[in-house]
């Protein structure tokens, strides 16, 4: 039987009968530490090229991140150059302090002072792995063995911080797979590290307990911390900080339970990135403190533009069911629960303490609108590429052109090599999907109801010979589309269309986007125009040229009276 639960013991919890953190509550948001540009990176399975890792390191020191771990500097050219090309060209604001990891070997010590040289504030963090498994089955060491290491690595990052005293130097240790370490050996080497770095005479210091992999429930974890916590010396000198994975899937559970647990420092990533099941999620933790009332010191209000980098640089889609970030997560499909929210914002008043159902924050809090909440056939978020037309062009796209579009800016982005602005994206829609032929563009129409329907006649097309269609159908757009086929002789199947009023400070007030199939060919257009029924009907025109190109040009110049 291949799906054998035998194959498995159970993670014996800690013994521990004077728990204090359960009666703990989180008040204040603990420092942070974004390992997106390390850890995050090293997981993606095409990693970030240097424009990727500048914006991704631009956008967290713009959230707010204090703490940033830019990279493994010795075991990667890349990343030493990244490292040297943010000293050098003095990217690194004054109060951002850069992190850089390495493993506890003198030649990787003394490459990552070299990647380090010239930063006014830095953080070298040390590691070792001092796990059960990993001394008895990958090193072959016993205690001793890895407590030297530890140590020695440590002797080395003191000593050649002193030969580079301009710079302001903070020194982190990680017993790796701490939560696979018995905790009496986990305190025994991080006692013998702090005794070489001696954080009680100034030195400052981070101890930073990783659950390399995760595996018991997050109150074990924080048991685990409370434990070191209470064993260690030098306590009052240390900034404690915890590394969670996600493997159980409660890394951010883990994380806040290791706060109350006494942890000063958390790391993780944007939208939780990392290796197997991810690290930490920062903006799900961030989030969590910031409805509670308490101030996460960071700024998340942007998060269409969190999702819109975090996505360019890593190539991975946010779920849209992802906690605060994700396209649906503030849409309601239900009606009795779209009902219940308009009920409590109709009543809410400017200042009242946030309390709507079914919505644990306020929206717009994080830039997101009332509409994409309430209406259950409309947009429910905005991805990156839609959030730069609407903030810049306050042009507003149906999801699925969304998605659409965004493989078109994708696809121009890795043939350049480099980033896509707002205005080359608002070209790109331009060119794909609003750029209209002078033979299809919309003339004239009339529309007239009976009891038989809508009869259309509409006019398209250049002087001195414009084509001119008549056709009836329910609405205008079959009306149309039934004209069409008659002209062409292929089935049109309008999958969806949608259509936009714009607000002010555009020269178009309505616009219109349709996808449809045409001749077996699945085609998307878009439209502006004065009036929605006029950029629907160009939208049409655009979309069925896209199917009718193939067609000699002379035909589409003919002039032509076709009753459907």
Known sequence: MAFDHRKYSAFQPVKKTDRRWPDKVIDKAPTWCAVDLRDGNQALVKPMNVAQ??????LLVKLGFKEIEIGFPAASQPDFDFCRKLIEENRIPDDVKIQVLTQARPELIERTYEALRGARRAIVHVYNSTSTVQREQVFGLDRAGIRDIAVNGAQLVRDLAEQYPDTEWTFQYSPESFTGTELDFAVEVIDAVTDVWRPDEGQPVI???PATVEMATPNVFADQIEWVGDNIRRREHISISVHTHNDRGCGVAA???AVMAGADRVEGTLMGNGERTGNM???TMAMNLYSQ???PKLDLSGMAEITEVVEACTEISTHPRHPYAGELVFTAFSGSHQDAIRKCLARRKQGDTWNVAY????PSDVGRRYEEVVRINSQSGKGGVAYVLERDYNISLPRWLQIEFSKVVQKAAETNGGE???MAIHTLFEQRYLKVHDDWALRAYDLHRDERGVFAEVTYGQDPAPVRLEGRGLGAVEAVSAALEERFGFAIAVE??????????TRANALACIRLTAGGQHCSAAALAEDTTSATLQALLSAVAQAAQELPAMEHRQESTVTA
């Open 359 to 362: 919505l644990p924050i306020d």
């Open 53 to 58: 890792k500048q914006r991704m390191f631009d």
């Open 496 to 505: 969806a269309y949608d259509e936009y009023a714009l607000g002010e400070g």
């Open 293 to 295: 009332g308490i101030d």
């Open 281 to 283: 999620d920062l903006v």
């Open 420 to 422: 896509v602005d707002s």
């Open 255 to 257: 994380a806040e339970l």
């Open 207 to 209: 101890i930073n307990l």
